[in-house]
């Protein structure tokens, strides 16, 4: 049974930074390529980050460039998402993804930027 757990999320005030996690089970994490994604309310899911499994090739969002990070730990099975300098537009729930033949997603964690 694959499982991808989020964690990390909470509130946070504009300018201030959250790590989110992901960690991966019943998958060969090292084989898929894994993504975050956000939907926002009353908004379309879309794609904040994704790195590659082999090569760890990364793509960014142009709205996360220079801000977010995506890095991942093969070891850990775990992927993660840096966010500094958060903006309230940045409000979302995330979305962990891992995509080869299937794609699995995770169950999402809440991130608020408000002051």
């Known amino acids: 049974q694959v499982q991808l757990v989020e964690s990390g999320g909470g509130l946070v005030q504009p300018g201030g930074s959250l790590r989110l996690s992901c960690a991966a089970s019943g998958i060969t994490f090292s084989n898929y390529a894994m993504s975050w994604y956000r939907q926002a309310p009353g908004k379309e899911r879309e794609l904040v980050a994704r790195?590659?499994?082999?090569?760890?090739?990364?793509n960014y969002a142009d709205f996360v460039k220079g801000r977010f990070t995506i890095s991942r730990d093969n070891a850990k099975n775990t992927v993660y998402l840096q966010m500094n300098s958060l903006k309230p537009e940045d409000t979302a729930v995330y979305y962990c993804?891992?995509?080869?033949?299937?794609?699995?997603w995770g169950q999402g964690t809440q991130v608020t930027v408000s002051s």
């Open positions: 790195i590659s499994s082999a090569v760890g090739r990364i």
């Open positions: 993804n891992a995509q080869r033949w299937n794609a699995y």
